[in-house]
């Protein structure tokens, strides 16, 4: 887009995102770099063309990156300068239809708030079953480990008990086992009156 015209030090502040005292500051500082309009005699009012705000614009990035003065005057002897494009709102010479612009660039930021907090709000309802469901199944799984431990714990009484009995049993039949066998008592000879 063409540069239609020259900005005032309230846009190119606006454009830099500084304040006005900061371009006037920086208008001063690296004035050899820039047009005769961005430096006036005294009682006249600053004008910036499109290579001042290139001028402008290298010194807002090199200042965001600590850069010091003499590395931007540096770079600018060097020829340095950065991008540039007019914002729509900068051809807009009516300071009420900026106003209003930015009325509008308002309501809509707004209105895209209103919808992210509608979807959030939507996405709240769906998480607030699923929590209490998953309270409800993490309360049934707790009941079914606790239920198991039981069911472990009964099993190994049982086994105990189980090898307790065959252990007797073992033992009850080795005594049986080792016993000798029983003799049977010799018939004894029929005594006298028996006969």
Not at 48 to 75: N, P, Q, S, W, Y
Not at 115 to 120: C, G, S
Request: overall charge neutral.
């Amino acid at each position: 887009m063409l540069f239609m015209r020259y900005m005032k030090v309230t846009e190119a502040a606006l454009y830099c995102g500084v304040t006005d005292q900061t371009i006037r500051n920086w208008a001063n500082t690296f004035s050899r770099y820039l047009s005769v309009k961005s430096r006036p005699l005294k009682g006249g009012h600053r004008q910036f063309e499109e290579g001042d705000m290139r001028v402008l614009l290298l010194v807002k990035h090199m200042g965001d990156d600590k850069k010091t003065t003499k590395d931007i005057l540096d770079a600018l002897g060097a020829g340095e300068r950065a991008e540039f494009s007019i914002p729509e709102t900068a051809l807009i010479s009516n300071p009420r239809q900026v106003i209003e612009r930015q009325r509008q660039e308002n309501q809509e930021l707004k209105e895209e708030r209103d919808q992210l907090l509608e979807q959030a709000r939507n996405l709240q309802n769906t998480i607030t079953p699923l929590e209490a469901s998953n309270q409800v199944l993490t309360a049934r799984l707790t009941d079914r480990d606790t239920e198991l431990a039981e069911i472990k714990a009964k099993l190994a009484d049982v086994e105990k008990q189980l090898f307790e009995i065959y252990a007797k049993g073992i033992e009850r039949g080795l005594k049986i086992n080792l016993a000798p066998p029983s003799t049977p008592k010799p018939d004894a000879p029929p005594g006298p009156g028996q006969g």
